[in-house]
DNA sequence: TATAACTCTAGTAGTTTAGTAGAGTTTATT
DNA sequence: AATAAACTCTACTAAACTACTAGAGTTATA
């Protein structure tokens, strides 16, 4: 399952996304808007500026803002950052790998190879998945 | 990421697959030849015991044995024994639907439509890795 | 200079994970 | 009948993670 945090910064983007213009935009509306825990989604978009998916404008008009394109924000690159790996098993992971310790040979190791193709059928649905399409798509009623 | 259970649990499916005969398996047999610890793999062999996928015999000569045929226990079984859900979104679950609790409108969710997607492909590529085809793939060798 | 707004450090209750310990029960064999 | 092999079951634990909350601090604009 995702996170939490996963989730809520994906409505928090394709929030950003349904605006008209890129003006910052309130914590506090988005925790609204979206009803996310506002402290809670504080940290998440904290995170995002991090990323240079986000930037933010301090004091009084301030607020957060879009600096990458939405075109560009893929699903996989939120659920890494916040949840990490998208593979299943340590072995078959693209930035994390890690042998699994139990196991004899993984050249060999038939349980591998099903969730390395499952890896890559996952990850390219997630790459596909950007903010803008789900914006697109929901414009689309 | 797989929970260790799930993955010792398909560990020890496959490693009753490649036996000869089935004869009853002791428990530290498999654990000492997939490096599982012991007690662990006690409680999950359990486990696939009440699912009716094993079958036991106490006492002198006893263990544990396949009762399912190895073609019909799909990856797909035993992750939803172990780690529950496949899907990402408790909205778009089979067995476990939950609506999101921040969710506004279900039916035009954007994000909803991809991760419903990706559940069933996943669903499906899991569905396709039984037992058997593992075994017989390993075998090819 | 007041105040709106982001920043950052802590902390916390609850859950899950990956085990371990040990007593109890069953059954085949001697 | 005794013994020992082997599964069964309950209880416990350390560590990590999740989803938050609290509150003080900093910055920038009107």
Known sequence: M??????????????????EDNSPVLISQIAQSENIPQKFLEAILLILKKEGILDSKKGRGGGYYVVKPLEEISFA????????????????????????EECKDEATCGIRKVFLQLRNITVKHLKDATIMNVVLDESEK
């Open 2 to 19: 995702l996170s939490k945090r996963a989730k809520y910064a994906i409505k928090a983007l394709v929030y950003f996304g349904h605006k």
């Open 77 to 100: 690159e939120i659920l890494r950052i916040f949840d990490g790996p998208i593979a299943l098993l340590p072995c078959v992971t693209h930035d994390y790998y890690k042998q699994c």
